[in-house]
Structures are given as C-alpha cells and as structure tokens.
Nanobody, 123 residues
Framework: QVQLNESGGGLVQAGGSLTLSCAASGGTFSRYGMGWIRQAQGKEREFVAA????????DYADSVKGRFTISRDNFKNTVYLQMNSLKPEETAVYYC????????????????WGQGTQVTVSS
C-alpha cells in the first residue's frame, strides 16, 4: 500500500505560481497512475490533473489547461504539479492521489490519498 505526502502549498498572490510535490513510499511507485484533486471549502472534490504510470499520458481539467503542468519522476517516487497564473477561486486543499492501473478524472475512484496541502491565492 502506497503512502503519499504532499508539500509545497502556501499563500500566493493572484497571477503567481506554486509547485506542489507528492512523495510516495511503501509501494512500487511506477505501478500507479497519479493525480491531483482539490477541494475548496464547502465544495466537492474536483479533479485537477493526472498522469499515467510512465508519464507518457496526462490529463487536465479544462479550467487549468495551459496553466498547470503535472509531471513525475519515477526514480524519486515523486509527482509534481506546477501551477501558474493562479486565481483566487483556486484556493483549496490540494490532494495527491494514486490509482492502479490507470488514473481517472473521477475523484471518487482514486485508491490512495495524501493528507492534502493548502493553497491560498489572494486577490
């Protein structure tokens, strides 16, 4: 069973950038599709981005296409989310998630979750 630990959240001004990291342990990282899902206060979890086990395939929510980039390093057992041009409405807890064998855009279908990292975008 894989354990996930996110880092890199914080406070940023609108238009700014942040890079989130998710370190995995306790499993064979390269077996897992990986993703980022966010949850704003009082709202349901929302798919952000996903990447296949090899990194050869990625998927993004329409709202973040062109601004966010998901990547992974299977040697470091880490997945990243580079976020540019952040908007105040993207303030949320960002969760890293893992799924075998393929990632999904449905938040409820991920198998493993990290504890989340808070991203706050000020206007």
């Amino acid at each position: 069973q894989v354990q996930l630990n996110e880092s890199g959240g914080g406070l940023v001004q609108a238009g700014g950038s942040l890079t989130l990291s998710c370190a995995a342990s306790g499993g064979t990282f390269s077996r897992y599709g990986m993703g980022w899902i966010r949850q704003a206060q009082g709202k349901e979890r929302e798919f952000v981005a996903a990447i296949s086990w090899s990194g050869g395939s990625t998927d993004y929510a329409d709202s973040v296409k062109g601004r966010f980039t998901i990547s992974r390093d299977n040697f470091k057992n880490t997945v990243y989310l580079q976020m540019n041009s952040l908007k105040p409405e993207e303030t949320a807890v960002y969760y890293c998630a893992a799924r075998v064998p393929r990632p999904t855009s449905a938040p409820a279908r991920w198998d493993y979750w990290g504890q989340g990292t808070q991203v706050t975008v000020s206007s």
